[in-house]
Nanobody, 121 residues
Framework: QVQLVESGGGLVQAGGSLRLSCAAS????????MGWYRQAPGKQRELVAT???????NYADSVEGRFTITRDNAKNTVYLQMNSLKPEDTAVYYC???????????????WGQGTQVTVSS
């Protein structure tokens, strides 16, 4: 079973920065896309940013220009640099990987446990 371990969440004032990291376990043959999603209280989970294994990126309009997603394929790790944070960025952030794990038959979606990001005004 693939495990995605997130770190880097916390409490920050508006205008501040945080960097999230997500490392996938070693039981992986290949990873296709990786990404970050978030879910605020009372709202549905939404896409924040994705990155392909070739480095192509996609961002939600609400974070474009403030957040940057990168990945280190050698470490099976994805990062989210979040700058100019706003109170509306407050949410639980989830890491996602579309990966082919050992002893499985193909690509599947895997999710991290989530990390809380709180931005105070």
């Amino acid at each position: 079973q693939v495990q995605l371990v997130e770190s880097g969440g916390g409490l920050v004032q508006a205008g501040g920065s945080l960097r999230l990291s997500c490392a996938a376990s070693a039981r992986i043959l290949r990873i296709n896309a990786m990404g970050w999603y978030r879910q605020a209280p009372g709202k549905q989970r939404e896409l924040v940013a994705t990155i392909s294994n070739g480095g192509s990126t996609n961002y939600a309009d609400s974070v474009e220009g403030r957040f940057t997603i990168t990945r280190d394929n050698a470490k099976n790790t994805v990062y989210l640099q979040m700058n100019s944070l706003k109170p509306e960025d407050t949410a639980v952030y989830y890491c996602n990987a579309f990966a082919w794990a050992l002893l499985t038959t193909g690509y599947k979606d895997y999710w991290g446990q989530g990390t809380q990001v709180t931005v105070s005004s």
